[in-house]
């Protein structure tokens, strides 16, 4: 069974840094789909980024508005996906979600695909 707990979540100003964790347990394949979403009060759940892992290699997405300013990583060792997120903004305040979806190749991995396992979330705000 995947479990998935983030945590890392917090009050920041505009300007600051949060790092988000999300430990992940029942989920070691040798190709992973894992990715970090956000939902603010009155709007949709977006996708803030997306990893694929497999092969060897690893690709990235981004939502354009966290460009260059977030960074998804993994650690396989521990199990467990980031989300560096710097230079926030007030707009970026949301509860943050990580989801993990089992795929078998890398065409199956991107931000619309229909992630199954996901945590419980973590608030994030950000104050002006």
């Known amino acids: 069974q995947v479990q998935l707990v983030e945590s890392g979540g917090g009050s920041v100003q505009a300007g600051g840094s949060l790092r988000l964790s999300c430990a992940a347990s029942?989920?070691?394949?040798?190709?992973?789909?894992m990715g970090w979403f956000r939902q603010a009060p009155g709007k949709e759940r977006e996708a803030v980024a997306v990893?694929?892992?497999?092969?060897?290699?690893?690709?990235?997405y981004y939502a354009d508005s966290v460009k260059g300013r977030f960074t998804i990583s993994q650690d396989n060792g521990k199990n467990t996906l980031y989300l560096q997120m710097n230079s926030l903004k007030p707009e970026d305040t949301a509860m943050y979600y990580c989801?993990?979806?089992?795929?078998?190749?890398?065409?199956?991995?991107?931000?619309?695909?229909?992630?199954?396992?996901w945590g419980q979330g973590t608030q994030v705000t950000v104050s002006s």
């Open positions: 989801a993990a979806l089992r795929i078998y190749s890398a065409s199956q991995c991107s931000a619309r695909a229909a992630f199954g396992y």
């Open positions: 990893i694929y892992t497999g092969g060897g290699l690893s690709t990235w």
């Open positions: 029942g989920y070691r394949d040798s190709t992973s789909c």
